[in-house]
Every structure is written in structure tokens, then in C-alpha cells.
């Protein structure tokens, strides 16, 4: 690289900065680094106290807010502002539909599908009363199997995406229609309007949205990341260490330095591409060379049942159990915490590639579409490993208790057991290290937006440098707790964007009722603080 060109990078990176939702992110991450490299017990008992508090006192309230949001989702899909555009009148989407849809998926919570696929049904299937999925009344073991899946589509299905949609409709609409900053802060523009977007509310914002997104993609790479290594143990005997992880999970994260220099359109676009068709193939062949009938028998059943105890399930807190919030706190609100913590990104990226989509479009594509992908890669993968267990086919929940790796190690010995296995390994590291590519390349075009002020495109060292600490947090919290603290980060860093959630809520009723009213009243036409019209023609 010439010295006019490195001059060039950092003069981009530096006139772009907003120097305090960057210098307080950064400060923070390289503290929270820092804090578990020097103090590593006094760090961690700090964060599994917070931890503690916050599923047994607080896990009510994770609940109740996704639930919210999934009510929301039903209602933007159903109601009268499905067809309000996010852009201007009659504008075209940036991408195609297939463009669109694997970037999302493949942005989202795709590498941690990866990750759980295998692995959640199972390990629920191998003490589901004791962890709390006796509730729904399965006494057998063919039932427990049932239940297993059915809580597994719970914690992966239309809750999950709900979360990313609320937060990008908004985003998405203000700045494709009035040229807002694409920040998560752009949601309290019905309030202070587009030219107050940097007062002291909305730096708090995005400082909350920094921390968010830093807990919940740190517990994504290093969940995928300890995948990674724990496959090279397993098939091939290549053993890392402490110091190993560190450095593998830190490069692999500023391995996508190649796809962020490439930009959307050549880098993000092309491996999701190639990460939905291995995606694909490895579903569609596990299926046919599994046991098929019992894939489609317990999945379906198990869809049934998610579908009718669906308002149970969303509302279950463990309340009349001897031990509350065990199951609950341990499973669910976690995944509802890593969500929330993963809605500042997703729902950035996704805002980014929704111009010219309809509110109903970006709802049931982000839901529905990607739900009814997710459920079959779920019942597919979850499916052949508890089939094998029962069978004594391969020996899944022994190895995953002696092996030392935590939940990290199941899929190994299922794809092991098949025909083939040896490739079928191959394959999935292949598709955990591209998944994970994908997951940092996106979350730091995140980062970037959000310490920015909302530039489209920020810069690569911009982006580097959040991967570089995302990617050093990530491997340390597996080096010192292992799943279990990546899961507490999650839950400690996604609780109060989930307040920021329901703002987005908010938001939604107010921009969307003012244009179409939901009951007769009488449009206000105006945004607080700035000189554009608020309310336009239908579409």
C-alpha cells in the first residue's frame, strides 16, 4: 500500500468519527478486555452476579417486551401500513429479492443456527424435564423428542427475527425518506425531530446500541469460533490451547477485511450467496441420507405444537417450579437477550438493504421467509441427532459431556455417523468459517454506522478495529467461562436495548399512524424539529 493511499484511509477514518459513541465504545471494549485479562475471577464473578440478577429478577420482562414485538410484527404484516414504502414514491428495491434475502439470512442469526442446529434438540432431549420442557405434559421418550424440537422452533422461529424488524423499519423508512442518518438513534426522531439527532439522548442511544452489539456478536464468534476449533480437535487431532483460541477466533475475525474492501454489492453479497447454497446442500443431503420419516414426523408434530402453545411458551416463566427461571433463564432469556443484543446491527444492516421495500415486505421476509428456512434446518439437523441418540447410533450426549467443549463439540460425531461423515465435517467447518466471515463483516458495518454518525459506508480501519476487539473479547470469554459466559455477556449487554426496542414500537405508531391514521382522526403533518413534510401521499 502506498503512503498517499494509508494517508487516505485514515483521513477517511478520522473525519467521519463521532468521537464519543466511538471513543466511549472502544474505551469500554479494550476496559472490558483488559478487566478479564488482568482480574479475570474478580471479572467474572462480577459479570455472573449481574447475570444472576438480571434472568432471576428481570426475565419477566424479556419475555413480555419480545413478545410485544412479535405482536407488532403481525400487525405491520396484516394492518393498513403494509404497503407504506421505505423510500421515496414508486422507488425500486436496491436488490432482488433472492440478493436480499440471502444477505439478510446470512447477516442475522444464521451463524448461530449453525452452531445450535445440531446441538439444542438434542441436549434438551437428554434431561427435558429437569430442564424444564416437562411442562408441556410429554411423558415418553418419543414425546420428550417432540417437546425437545417444539422449544427448539421456540427459541429459533418468528421471536428471534421480530426483534431485527422492528428495529429497521424505522431506521429504514426516516433516512429513505427524509435522508436521516441510518443509527440507531434515528428512532427518536418523531420526538426531537431530524435536526436534534445529536443531543444528549441520542449519543445514550447509541452508546447502549455500541454495547449491544459488541456483547451479542462477541458471544456469536466465539460460540461459532470454539465450533471451529473444537472440529479440528475432533475429526482432524489439531489441538490449539488458551493461546490458540485467541488467536485463531481473532484472526478469523479480521479475516473479512477482504470481504469489507469489497463493500455489500461484491463482498457481503457473494459469500452469503455461497453460504445459503452449502447451507442448502448440506440440509437437503442430511435429510435424504438421514432418517428421513422421523425428521418429518417429530418436526412436523413439533411445528404443530409451536404453533398452538406459541402464547404459552412466549409468556412461561417457570413460576409454580421448585427451582424458577431454571430452564427459562438458562434457555429462553438468554436467546431473547441475544437477540436484542444483536437488533442494533441487523437492524442497521437490514435498514441498509430495504430501500424501496414495503414495510410488509421487509415484515414477512425478515419473519416469515426466514423462519421457514430456519425451522427445517432445525428439525433436519436437531432431528438426526436425537434419532441417533435414542438408537445408540452414535454416542452424542456422551461425547458432549467427556469431550470438555461444551455443546460446541454434538455435531462432530453426528456428521461422524453418517455416510460420508469425513466430508460432511469438511463441509460444515468450511460453512461455520464463512458464516462466521459474514456475521463480523456485517457487525462491523454496524459498529461503523453507529460511530459514525450513520455513514453508509464507513471505513475499513473503522471497521478492523471493531473486529479486531470484538473478535479478542469474544476468544478471552471462551478462554475463561466457555458457552456459559459468552451466554451471560449476551444477557447482561441485550437487556436495556430491549427497552430501545419498545421505542422503536413507538415510533412505528407514531410515523405510520400519521400517515395512515388507524382510527379517524385528524394528520398532523409535521416532525418536530425539522422543515420536511411528514405525511405524503399513499403509495
Given at each position: 500500500?502506498?503512503?498517499?493511499?494509508?494517508?487516505?484511509?485514515?483521513?477517511?477514518?478520522?473525519?467521519?468519527?463521532?468521537?464519543?459513541?466511538?471513543?466511549?465504545?472502544?474505551?469500554?471494549?479494550?476496559?472490558?478486555?483488559?478487566?478479564?485479562?488482568?482480574?479475570?475471577?474478580?471479572?467474572?464473578?462480577?459479570?455472573?452476579?449481574?447475570?444472576?440478577?438480571?434472568?432471576?429478577?428481570?426475565?419477566?420482562?424479556?419475555?413480555?417486551?419480545?413478545?410485544?414485538?412479535?405482536?407488532?410484527?403481525?400487525?405491520?404484516?396484516?394492518?393498513?401500513?403494509?404497503?407504506?414504502?421505505?423510500?421515496?414514491?414508486?422507488?425500486?428495491?436496491?436488490?432482488?429479492?433472492?440478493?436480499?434475502?440471502?444477505?439478510?439470512?446470512?447477516?442475522?442469526?444464521?451463524?448461530?443456527?449453525?452452531?445450535?442446529?445440531?446441538?439444542?434438540?438434542?441436549?434438551?432431549?437428554?434431561?427435558?424435564?429437569?430442564?424444564?420442557?416437562?411442562?408441556?405434559?410429554?411423558?415418553?421418550?418419543?414425546?420428550?423428542?417432540?417437546?425437545?424440537?417444539?422449544?427448539?422452533?421456540?427459541?429459533?422461529?418468528?421471536?428471534?427475527?421480530?426483534?431485527?424488524?422492528?428495529?429497521?423499519?424505522?431506521?429504514?423508512?426516516?433516512a429513505y425518506r427524509y435522508d436521516a442518518p441510518l443509527r440507531i438513534s434515528t428512532v427518536i426522531a418523531p420526538w426531537v425531530?431530524?435536526?436534534?439527532?445529536?443531543?444528549?439522548?441520542?449519543?445514550?442511544?447509541?452508546?447502549?446500541?455500541?454495547?449491544?452489539?459488541?456483547?451479542?456478536?462477541?458471544?456469536?464468534?466465539?460460540?461459532?469460533?470454539?465450533?471451529?476449533?473444537?472440529?479440528?480437535?475432533?475429526?482432524?487431532?489439531?489441538?490449539?490451547?488458551?493461546?490458540?483460541?485467541?488467536?485463531?477466533?481473532?484472526?478469523?475475525?479480521?479475516?473479512?477485511?477482504?470481504?469489507v474492501a469489497a463493500g455489500i454489492q461484491k463482498g457481503i453479497r457473494r459469500i452469503s450467496y455461497f453460504n445459503m447454497a452449502?447451507?442448502?446442500?448440506?440440509?437437503?443431503?442430511?435429510?435424504?441420507?438421514?432418517?428421513?420419516?422421523?425428521?418429518?414426523?417429530?418436526?412436523?408434530?413439533?411445528?404443530?405444537?409451536?404453533?398452538?402453545?406459541?402464547?404459552?411458551?412466549?409468556?412461561?416463566?417457570?413460576?409454580?417450579?421448585?427451582?424458577?427461571?431454571?430452564?427459562?433463564?438458562?434457555?429462553?432469556?438468554?436467546?431473547?437477550?441475544?437477540?436484542?443484543?444483536?437488533?442494533?446491527?441487523?437492524?442497521?444492516?437490514?435498514?441498509?438493504?430495504?430501500?424501496?421495500?414495503?414495510?410488509?415486505?421487509?415484515?414477512?421476509?425478515?419473519?416469515?421467509?426466514?423462519?421457514?428456512?430456519?425451522?427445517?434446518?432445525?428439525?433436519?439437523?436437531?432431528?438426526?441427532?436425537?434419532?441417533?441418540?435414542?438408537?445408540?447410533?452414535?454416542?452424542?450426549?456422551?461425547?458432549?459431556?467427556?469431550?470438555?467443549?461444551?455443546?460446541?463439540?454434538?455435531?462432530?460425531?453426528?456428521?461422524?455417523?453418517?455416510?460420508?461423515?469425513?466430508?460432511?465435517?469438511?463441509?460444515?467447518?468450511?460453512?461455520?468459517?464463512?458464516?462466521?466471515?459474514?456475521?463480523?463483516?456485517?457487525?462491523?458495518?454496524?459498529?461503523?454506522?453507529?460511530?459514525?454518525?450513520?455513514?453508509?459506508?464507513?471505513?475499513?480501519?473503522?471497521?478492523?478495529?471493531?473486529?479486531?476487539?470484538?473478535?479478542?473479547?469474544?476468544?478471552?470469554?471462551?478462554?475463561?467461562?466457555?458457552?456459559?459466559?459468552?451466554?451471560?455477556?449476551?444477557?447482561?449487554?441485550?437487556?436495556?436495548?430491549?427497552?430501545?426496542?419498545?421505542?422503536?414500537?413507538?415510533?412505528?405508531?407514531?410515523?405510520?399512524?400519521?400517515?395512515?391514521?388507524?382510527?379517524?382522526?385528524?394528520?398532523?403533518?409535521?416532525?418536530?424539529?425539522?422543515?420536511?413534510?411528514?405525511?405524503?401521499?399513499?403509495?
Amino acid at each position: 500500500m502506498s503512503q498517499q493511499q494509508s494517508q487516505g484511509w485514515m483521513e477517511k477514518f478520522t473525519s467521519e468519527l463521532d468521537y464519543v459513541v466511538f471513543g466511549i465504545g472502544v474505551v469500554v471494549a479494550a476496559l472490558a478486555v483488559a478487566a478479564f485479562v488482568l482480574r479475570e475471577e474478580a471479572a467474572s464473578a462480577a459479570m455472573w452476579d449481574v447475570n444472576d440478577f438480571l434472568w432471576t429478577n428481570l426475565g419477566w420482562a424479556y419475555l413480555l417486551i419480545m413478545f410485544v414485538l412479535v405482536l407488532m410484527v403481525f400487525f405491520l404484516i396484516l394492518g393498513p401500513w403494509g404497503n407504506i414504502r421505505l423510500g421515496k414514491e414508486d422507488e425500486e428495491p436496491e436488490f432482488t429479492f433472492l440478493s436480499y434475502f440471502v444477505m439478510l439470512y446470512s447477516a442475522a442469526i444464521a451463524a448461530g443456527i449453525v452452531f445450535w442446529g445440531p446441538t439444542e434438540g438434542v441436549v434438551f432431549f437428554g434431561d427435558p424435564f429437569e430442564q424444564g420442557i416437562g411442562y408441556l405434559g410429554f411423558p415418553g421418550e418419543g414425546d420428550a423428542a417432540v417437546g425437545a424440537m417444539q422449544y427448539t422452533f421456540f427459541h429459533w422461529g418468528i421471536s428471534a427475527w421480530s426483534a431485527y424488524v422492528v428495529m429497521a423499519i424505522p431506521i429504514a423508512y426516516l433516512a429513505y425518506r427524509y435522508d436521516a442518518p441510518l443509527r440507531i438513534s434515528t428512532v427518536i426522531a418523531p420526538w426531537v425531530g431530524l435536526d436534534n439527532l445529536d443531543s444528549v439522548w441520542a449519543k445514550i442511544i447509541d452508546i447502549v446500541a455500541v454495547f449491544a452489539t459488541i456483547g451479542g456478536v462477541a458471544t456469536t464468534l466465539g460460540l461459532v469460533g470454539s465450533q471451529f476449533l473444537v472440529g479440528l480437535e475432533y475429526a482432524y487431532g489439531i489441538e490449539l490451547g488458551d493461546m490458540g483460541t485467541v488467536i485463531t477466533i481473532t484472526g478469523l475475525t479480521i479475516a473479512f477485511t477482504i470481504s469489507v474492501a469489497a463493500g455489500i454489492q461484491k463482498g457481503i453479497r457473494r459469500i452469503s450467496y455461497f453460504n445459503m447454497a452449502l447451507f442448502a446442500l448440506l440440509m437437503v443431503v442430511i435429510f435424504f441420507v438421514g432418517p428421513t420419516r422421523f425428521i418429518m414426523t417429530t418436526g412436523t408434530e413439533a411445528l404443530g405444537g409451536y404453533i398452538n402453545d406459541f402464547i404459552n411458551m412466549s409468556l412461561y416463566t417457570e413460576a409454580s417450579m421448585v427451582d424458577p427461571v431454571g430452564f427459562v433463564g438458562g434457555w429462553t432469556v438468554f436467546y431473547w437477550a441475544w437477540w436484542f443484543s444483536w437488533a442494533p446491527f441487523v437492524g442497521l444492516f437490514i435498514a441498509r438493504i430495504s430501500r424501496g421495500r414495503t414495510v410488509r415486505q421487509v415484515a414477512f421476509t425478515g419473519v416469515f421467509a426466514a423462519t421457514g428456512v430456519t425451522i427445517p434446518w432445525f428439525a433436519t439437523m436437531g432431528g438426526t441427532s436425537i434419532y441417533m441418540e435414542m438408537n445408540n447410533i452414535a454416542p452424542i450426549l456422551d461425547v458432549y459431556a467427556d469431550f470438555g467443549f461444551d455443546e460446541a463439540v454434538v455435531g462432530f460425531p453426528m456428521f461422524e455417523a453418517l455416510p460420508l461423515g469425513g466430508v460432511f465435517m469438511f463441509l460444515f467447518l468450511v460453512l461455520i468459517t464463512t458464516f462466521f466471515i459474514t456475521s463480523a463483516d456485517s457487525s462491523t458495518l454496524a459498529l461503523g454506522m453507529l460511530t459514525t454518525g450513520g455513514a453508509e459506508s464507513p471505513s475499513t480501519v473503522n471497521r478492523v478495529i471493531w473486529g479486531a476487539l470484538i473478535g479478542l473479547l469474544a476468544s478471552i470469554l471462551m478462554v475463561v467461562g466457555g458457552v456459559d459466559a459468552l451466554q451471560a455477556a449476551a444477557i447482561i449487554t441485550g437487556g436495556p436495548f430491549g427497552l430501545i426496542l419498545l421505542v422503536a414500537v413507538v415510533a412505528m405508531a407514531v410515523l405510520f399512524g400519521k400517515r395512515r391514521p388507524i382510527f379517524m382522526q385528524e394528520s398532523d403533518d409535521s416532525l418536530p424539529g425539522t422543515s420536511v413534510d411528514f405525511v405524503e401521499s399513499d403509495d
